[in-house]
């Protein structure tokens, strides 16, 4: 064997040892989160499997979320309907499952928009202080003072209640208040040694913001987003209860609380399984982003 071929062995040896202890490390941080976090790590399992369910709905629903059925109206649980019918013949558990996309969609869909507006302006309003922060900041005391609910509706009522609508305006509505918190942290980053470092030899702004207060602010940016994602979800149920919601026939979970309430007090079977749904997935959103920050944040890991 040669002297290169000899390198390459080892190299090709040590690349492998470094993927393994990659992997072992990352085992031992995932059993590290479920021993001390258990709440948390329930939380992320229920998320995973509304992600599996969403995604697989046309193979896991047993039958069609708009499939009518009028001789199979308004049964209750057995085995070939487990959570029962409503008053059309429509399977319940399928048009839960599909209604899981909805919940998805949109929860995701808005809680990235929120993100991605929120760490933007929460960055430069930091960042550039004095007068543009100080009128930054009272558009956003007027954001924030319009109430959530009937800003959605508002803005439902004028354009339409299709999903990229519901997105766009939730996204917006919960961008505020999550650019109050990156702005926080940007301000005490920026004031950080190697900011005024990078300053010193002349670093642009786009580039002291871009590769050094973003990547600082991300933990920040995870835990605003995995908190307000499930009350992103509860409002989009809200909406679908009173008729805002995505328009039909795509079920969801609000709507379906919704069409229960005239055979409330005969079936209630028609309200349980989805107001579990919405109060489950909710739960595990806030489990998973509490456990997140406690996490991510240093100060948290410090009370601990």
């Known amino acids: 064997m040669t002297s290169t071929d000899h390198a390459a062995a080892v190299d090709a040896s040590v690349l492998v040892s470094g993927r393994r202890i990659y992997q072992r490390s990352r085992l031992a941080a995932l059993r590290r989160f479920v021993r001390q976090k258990p709440l948390g790590a329930v939380g992320g399992a229920i998320i995973i499997l509304l992600l599996v369910v969403a995604l697989l709905a046309n193979v896991l629903a047993p039958y069609g979320y708009d499939t009518i059925k009028v001789s199979d109206r308004l049964l209750g649980m057995s085995l070939s309907h487990p959570f029962g019918t409503d008053e059309q013949g429509r399977d319940i558990l399928s048009r839960i499952i599909y209604g899981s996309r909805i919940t998805v969609f949109i929860g995701f869909g808005a809680i990235i928009l929120s993100t991605l507006i929120a760490t933007v302006i929460g960055m430069v309003s930091g960042y550039f202080t004095g007068l543009f922060d100080l009128l930054m900041q009272r558009v956003i005391d007027i954001w924030l003072s319009f109430p959530g609910l009937i800003f959605v509706i508002f803005i439902v009522s004028i354009f339409s209640n299709h999903t990229p ?62 908190i307000q994602i499930g009350s992103v979800i509860l409002l989009t149920a809200s909406l679908s209860f009173l008729g805002f919601g995505p328009p039909p026939p795509f079920p969801s979970w609000g709507r379906m609380l919704q069409e229960a ?4 007090v005969y079936h209630p079977n028609l309200a349980i399984f989805p107001g579990l749904a919405i109060a489950i997935v909710v739960y595990a959103f806030n489990m998973f982003g509490d456990a997140i920050r406690d996490i991510l944040d240093p100060r948290m890991r410090g009370a601990r």
């Open 165 to 226: 609508i519901l997105i766009v305006t939730l996204g917006l509505l919960y961008a505020a208040g999550a650019s109050r918190i990156i702005r926080s942290a940007t301000i005490s980053i920026k004031e950080s040694q190697y900011v005024e470092s990078a300053r010193a030899i002349g670093a642009s702004h786009l580039r002291i913001l871009v590769r050094h207060i973003f990547p600082n602010t991300i933990p920040i940016v995870i835990i605003t987003a995995s």
């Open 261 to 264: 309430r005239p055979q409330m």
